[in-house]
């Protein structure tokens, strides 16, 4: 298994107060993702990371934002959490990133945020 | 309408049947992944596919690029096969960074 630690792994926040997720990684690979999972929708692309200091919007960004000061570690931030980013939140790893066709992506275990 | 489809949603089979999941994707790929979503919520990536066919033990998995169209196979079907089932294709948008996911396949295998 490739060394993902996400944390924490479950919280509760109130609406408006702002709220950090952390992934960690062993692996040293290049790129790294964050994801959230909602019922009725496949996973989708919040932000990515293609080296330190070198991150892009994906296709759910609004609302989040992200940093990567080192390799090891790729942090999400919800500036003021809403209700509507109650979710599970999954970040994920490749070595190659996507212009390698098919390189593998290993996930980490899922952040579980409600926002009440 | 989801660019990537699965069918069928929901899944539930003897042991020791054989197990039949697709998926039907609109965008342009450059991958098709195949990934298990375990019931405690972890991910873990079965295959990754551009063209043909590829075979993991009990596992099958097949693309075909001109009909957009994947399918995961799984044979002789065990309990511990319960678990849902994701294709995601590796969208061209977004430097090819995004992976587009299709909704899942809930498969429940009884003993």
């Known amino acids: 298994d490739a060394g993902i630690t996400q944390s924490p792994r479950h919280k509760v926040t109130e609406t408006g107060t702002p709220v950090t997720l952390r992934c960690h990684q062993t692996?040293?690979?290049?790129?790294m993702y964050w994801y959230r999972q909602d019922p009725g929708h496949g996973l989708r692309l919040i932000h990515y990371?293609?080296?330190?200091?070198?991150?892009d919007k994906g296709e759910v960004s609004d609302g989040y934002s992200v940093s990567r000061s080192k390799t090891e570690d790729f942090l999400l931030t919800l500036e003021s959490a809403t209700s509507s980013q109650t979710s599970v939140y999954f970040c994920?790893?490749?070595?190659?990133?996507?212009?390698?066709?098919?390189?593998?992506?290993?996930f980490g275990e899922g952040s579980w945020l409600t926002v009440v | 309408k989801n660019e990537v489809e699965q069918s069928p949603q929901n899944l539930t089979a003897q042991e020791g049947e054989f197990i039949t999941i697709n998926c039907s994707y609109s965008?342009?790929?450059?991958?098709l992944h195949w990934l298990q979503q375990h019931p405690g919520g972890g991910i873990v990536s079965l295959f990754m596919?551009?063209?043909g066919k590829k075979k993991h033990g009990r596992l099958i998995a097949t693309i075909n690029i001109q009909e957009k169209h994947s399918s995961l196979h799984i044979t002789a079907s065990h309990p511990r096969d319960s678990a849902v089932y994701i294709c995601?294709?590796?969208?061209?948008?977004?430097?090819?960074?995004?992976?587009?996911f299709g909704t899942g396949t809930r498969l429940t295998i009884i003993p």
């Open positions: 596919l551009s063209s």
């Open positions: 995601a294709a590796q969208d061209t948008n977004f430097g090819n960074e995004k992976l587009t």
């Open positions: 965008v342009g790929i450059s991958a």
């Open positions: 692996e040293n690979h290049r790129y």
């Open positions: 990371s293609y080296g330190v200091k070198d991150t």
């Open positions: 994920a790893i490749s070595e190659f990133g996507g212009r390698i066709a098919g390189n593998t992506i290993y």
